[in-house]
């Protein structure tokens, strides 16, 4: 069961925060990530957390996106900064997940995910 929040309308250049919480499967030693996706387009990866701490990042979001995790909430987070237009998609977190056809299959079903508008 997977739960994403903190989405919301912001300017170009501002930050949200956002919060997923995952039940149901054990997370301490999962790869936790977040993905993004605007409707009518493929499932994206937008950074991925390893047990060992080890992040990747998609290349648009490099320096600006930062992915984080407490295992004590089953708790995975991601700090978006300096937002563009270009960021606006609904944003899903997920564990464990591997590339599968046009998606991800992922060991927790998708949740609903959080919609992110940059817009002025």
């Known amino acids: 069961h997977v739960v994403e929040s903190g989405g919301g309308l912001v300017q170009p250049g501002g930050s949200l925060r956002l919060s997923c919480t995952v039940s149901?499967?054990?997370?301490?030693?999962?790869?936790v990530g977040w993905y993004r996706q605007v409707p009518g387009n493929q499932r994206r990866m937008v950074a991925n957390?390893?047990?060992?701490?080890?992040?990747e990042y998609a290349d648009s979001v490099k320096g600006r996106f930062s992915i984080s995790r407490d295992n004590s909430k089953n708790a995975v987070y991601l700090q978006m900064n300096s937002l563009r237009p270009e960021d606006t998609a609904v944003y899903f977190c997920?564990?464990?997940?591997?590339?599968?056809?046009?998606?991800?299959?992922?060991?927790?079903?998708w949740g609903q995910g959080t919609q992110v508008i940059v817009s002025s």
């Open positions: 957390m390893r047990l060992d701490d080890v992040v």
């Open positions: 149901g499967v054990l997370f301490s030693d999962a790869l």
């Open positions: 997920n564990v464990d997940c591997f590339s599968s056809g046009n998606d991800y299959r992922c060991r927790a079903p």
